[in-house]
């Protein structure tokens, strides 16, 4: 009998956890100061840790640009969720579907024409598309898929990177980021890598550090070498400090 009743005891204390956190659940799904805070913490948490990736593929479009894209969309979710607890009218979706439409404008910027080569910024718009949408999962409360979605985008943007490069890309245009010594210039760059059946088709100049440069350039690679062989040609010219692949 007395491990029978323990059994129960044990039980009943394992329903009562449960109902505990099925308490703490519901009360974060409505809209109070305390679910406010989350909603707001983790909509910046999650738009930052996509643009984590875009920031160091150096993308205009980065880590706080994400973080307030997500912010702004779970806001807004979470105030058409209050005029319609609230007001009791409006249909708190509407709201959010603006969102889906502002971000359409904000994507088509960050995606540029480059001369005759190609288009880039497409992954970078996407990325924003997507973290708007995590915001409003997020806003409205659905913090499970909000997460979840999180993860896989960072995973997408960050990992599947290589498996593209490998499998599906064609490399006859690619864009690298490069330093290089302040004695060295672009012309010179473009002299060493012509042998290798390289051409320099665009240059984008950064900010310039303390002695050295950086730019971003976009190669064409005529005798179709392989991603690491072009980085190997680069990383053997005196002077080249890092060259990254952009897109």
């Known amino acids: 009998m007395g491990k029978i009743n323990a059994v129960k005891n044990n039980r009943s204390k394992e329903d009562g956890s449960l109902d505990q956190i099925l308490m703490i659940v519901s009360y974060l799904k409505e809209l109070n100061i305390l679910s406010i805070m989350l909603r707001i913490l983790l909509a910046v948490i999650c738009g930052g840790i996509i643009g984590i990736e875009r920031g160091r593929s150096h ?17 807004v979710m979470a105030t058409g969720q209050y005029m319609h607890d609230t007001f009791e009218t409006g249909d708190p979706s509407r709201l959010g579907a603006q969102v889906i439409s502002g971000i359409g404008f904000l994507g088509a910027g960050s995606i540029i024409t480059s001369g005759k080569t190609k288009v880039r910024g497409l992954t970078t718009a996407a990325g924003l598309w997507a973290s708007a949408c995590i915001g409003l ?83 064409k690679n005529t005798k179709n070498e392989s991603r690491d062989e072009i980085l190997r040609i680069l990383d053997c010219i005196d002077g080249v400090k890092y060259a990254k692949y952009v897109f």
Do not use: N, W
């Open 59 to 75: 993308q205009p479009a980065g880590m706080r640009t994400y973080m307030l894209v997500c912010l702004g969309a779970a806001i």
């Open 137 to 219: 999962t997020i806003g409205v409360g659905f913090y499970s898929a909000g997460l979840i979605a999180t993860l896989v985008v960072y995973l997408i943007m960050a990992r599947f990177k290589k498996l593209e490069y490998k499998f599906l890309v064609d490399d006859v245009y690619s864009g690298i980021y490069i330093e290089y010594d302040d004695t060295l210039s672009i012309t010179d760059i473009a002299q060493h890598i012509a042998g290798s059946g390289l051409e320099i088709e665009e240059v984008q100049r950064g900010t310039k550090g303390k002695g050295f440069q950086k730019a971003l350039v976009t190669l």
